[in-house]
């Protein structure tokens, strides 16, 4: 399993299943994804009911294309990926990418380029990491006022307690994921050979 894979699963573990809170702007979601999101990347023309029955291939699918990839976080050190892929989930690709970049001291222009990746590689992964998430928390409590924070705060803390731990735990590792004798095949091949068989 890519690193990718890993910290994606991660997310959804967060993301929990189908929700409608009458308090939340996003409305409707199943594995955090809105109907807008799902009618983006999976179907047009879909329905609640057709977002009610999202699989969890198609959620990696989503979270893939329209999170991890959005913040580059391929090429972010291990450890500031998946802390600014988590907050591109919750407050979007951009919002992520300013704060990241408020934090590593360049242009705040919510897209991650040659600049920002040059000063995020040239300061310590566990400064960026914590300084993110606080900001990420600080966001969060300010919206509408600080009225959002009293329904949802509780779950947001936690979850950002749980993304920062596992950021600074690995912080510093290698990308490579060691080899497993006879590894079962990836997610990614699993869809790909899907999609071969329903061409037969």
């Known amino acids: 399993m890519t690193r990718s ?22 409305g409707a979601t199943n594995k955090g994804i809105t109907l807008k999101t799902f ?7 879909g329905t609640v009911a057709d977002l009610k029955a999202l699989t969890t291939e198609q959620a990696v699918i989503v979270y893939k294309r329209n999170y991890w990839d959005a913040v580059l976080a391929d ?33 705040q222009d919510g897209q991650i380029g040659p600049a920002t990746l040059k000063a995020v590689n040239a300061r310590p992964a566990k400064d960026i990491i914590r300084q993110v998430n606080a900001n990420r928390l600080a966001f969060m409590k300010s919206i509408r006022g600080g009225k959002l924070w009293a329904t949802f705060g509780k779950g947001w803390q936690r979850r950002v307690d749980a993304v920062l731990a ?7 590792k290698s990308a490579t994921i060691p080899a497993i004798p ?9 869809i790909l050979d899907l999609i071969k068989g329903l061409r037969k």
């Open 5 to 26: 894979e890993q910290m994606i699963m991660l997310i959804l573990k967060h993301e929990g299943g189908y929700v409608n809170h009458p308090n939340d702007p996003g």
């Open 39 to 45: 009618r983006r990347f999976i179907k047009p023309n």
């Open 75 to 107: 090429l972010l050190p291990i450890g500031v990926d998946y802390t600014v892929a988590d907050f591109a989930v919750n407050s979007g690709p951009a919002r992520a990418a300013k704060v990241l970049q408020k934090v590593v001291g360049v242009t």
């Open 166 to 172: 596992r950021s600074l735990q690995d912080a510093g």
């Open 182 to 190: 006879n590894p079962p095949l990836s997610l990614w091949q699993l």
